[in-house]
């Protein structure tokens, strides 16, 4: 405070000199400041970097209240603890994505299929809302992006207890929770097929069953 004490000191004597000759005042007060920082220099220089460190570093975010990112998301129990998640349109298509994608999945792995739908949203080569994203070439046999919305078969949600727990990842992932798993991913499959674009892409992450890959940036070239 010693520092700002000293700056704020030489900005008010200069103002009150010279208020009315602002060229002036503009000259006398970078010539003092100057003078100041100089004397803040030469000052600091003899403080050991460990000291000097310490005295110019944050205290750790839990002291000063904030929230910190952690894996408490990931664990079963605390999904468990949480009310049933209920939303409008958007929440009930990432929901049913996660359910017959993902159900199956550790909750972490459920997450993993998650981050992989939002970042096809925020990205320029799919649609720009999850409906869209997942239901992207709908209405042809095995044609589609999801496989479970071309696949012929009706989409019926059977399991009450796998439904509660996907919605629940559903809403915390449209709570803006962190994309921290998969690497940016854009596309994901099982560990038992081989499809031929997972050999241009780069793989990001292994989850579960599945491998996530992401989408190679395109150029003016490609």
Known sequence: MTFVRTICAAVAAATISFGVVPA?????????????LGQERQA?????DSRLSLLTSLPPAEER????????IYDGEFLASLPAAQGGE??????????????????????AVGEVILNRVDSD????????????????????????????????????????????????LLD?????LTGGATHYHTKAVSPSWAKRFPRTASIGSHYFYRQPIRTASM
């Open 24 to 36: 002036a005042a503009d000259e006398v007060l970078a010539s003092r400041l100057s003078a100041i």
């Open 44 to 48: 600091l220089s003899v403080v050991p």
């Open 65 to 72: 209240g904030l929230a910190t990112e952690s894996n408490t």
């Open 90 to 111: 958007q929440w009930q298509c990432l929901a049913e994505a996660l359910y017959f994608e993902a159900r199956g999945e550790t909750v972490r792995g459920m997450f």
């Open 125 to 172: 080569d799919y649609p720009d809302s999850l409906c869209g994203v997942i239901n992207q070439g709908t209405g042809r046999l095995y044609a589609c992006q999801f496989t479970y919305t071309c696949d012929g078969n009706p989409e019926t949600i059977n399991e009450p207890r796998a439904w509660e727990r996907v919605g629940k990842v559903a809403a915390i």
């Open 176 to 180: 803006g929770a962190p994309r921290a």
